[in-house]
C-alpha cells in the first residue's frame, strides 16, 4: 500500500510540474511576442497538453524528467538573444519560487500533521512536488532538445560553436539519458538539487518560526 501510495504521489506531482513548466515556458515567449505558439496549444494548463510519456517514465523512476517539447519562434522576440535568454530563465525561476511555496506547505503540513487525517499524504504530495521543480529546474539546464537549455546555449553560444553542438544532438540525447540511468548523472544533479533545496528552507523556516 505504501508503494501504491509513494507512486501515486510522484505520478501526480510529475504532471503537475510537467504541466506547469511547459505552460510557464510557453507564456513567456508568447508575452514576448512569439504569436505561433498559441497554435500549437501549449499556452493551457490541461496535463495533456504538456504530457509526454518518456519524459514521464524518466522523471518518476529518476526523479529527472521532461516536459511535452514546447518550440518556440524566436524569430518573434524584437531581441533574438535576449528573448531566448528570458524564455529559459523565467520558467527556472517561477520552479524555484513554486518548489519554495510547496516546501513551506511540506513544513507546515509536518508541523500540524496531527490534528487531519489526509495531512500525511497531502504533505506527501507537497514535498515530492517540491524536490520535482528543483529537480525539472535543474534537469533543464542542460543544452539539449527538449530541455530549455538548448535554445539558451544556442544564443549565448558563437554561432559557430552552435552550430557544431546542434551536430551532436542526437548523440548527447542518448548519452543523458544513459548517464541518468546509470545512476551516474543522477548523482551529480542531487547534489546540486539537495544544496538548493537547503537554501530555500533557510527562509521557511525562519517564517515558520512566527507562526
Excluded: C
Excluded at 508503494?3 to 503537475?16: C, E
Excluded at 498559441?38 to 518518456?54: A, Q, V
Excluded at 529559459?88 to 525561476?93: A, D, E, K, V
Excluded at 490534528?115 to 517540491?130: C, D, K, N, W
Amino acid at each position: 500500500m505504501n508503494v501504491i501510495l509513494y507512486y501515486l504521489a510522484n505520478s501526480i506531482a510529475v504532471i503537475i510540474v510537467m504541466t506547469i513548466m511547459g505552460f510557464t515556458r510557453a507564456y513567456t515567449s508568447y508575452k514576448l511576442g512569439d504569436i505561433a505558439i498559441k497554435n500549437m496549444g501549449k499556452l493551457s494548463l490541461n496535463p495533456k497538453k504538456h504530457f509526454e510519456i518518456l519524459g514521464f517514465i524518466v522523471f518518476l523512476f529518476f526523479n529527472f524528467g521532461w516536459s511535452a517539447p514546447v518550440d518556440i519562434s524566436s524569430l518573434y522576440y524584437k531581441n533574438r538573444k535576449k528573448g531566448n535568454i528570458l524564455v529559459f530563465i523565467i520558467p527556472l525561476i517561477v520552479a524555484i519560487m513554486l518548489a519554495f511555496i510547496f516546501n513551506f506547505i511540506y513544513l507546515l503540513i509536518i508541523r500540524y500533521k496531527g490534528y487531519f487525517t489526509l495531512i500525511p499524504i497531502i504533505g506527501m504530495i507537497s514535498y515530492t512536488i517540491a524536490i520535482y521543480f528543483i529537480n525539472f529546474a535543474v534537469f533543464n539546464i542542460i543544452p539539449i532538445y527538449p530541455l530549455f537549455g538548448q535554445k539558451f546555449f544556442q544564443a549565448i553560444l558563437p554561432t559557430n560553436k552552435a552550430i557544431k553542438l546542434s551536430q551532436y544532438e542526437k548523440f548527447l540525447q542518448i548519452l543523458v539519458i544513459f548517464l541518468l540511468i546509470s545512476g551516474l548523472l543522477q548523482k551529480v544533479l542531487n547534489i546540486i538539487s539537495s544544496f538548493i533545496l537547503a537554501i530555500i528552507s533557510i527562509p521557511v523556516q525562519f517564517i515558520l518560526g512566527f507562526i
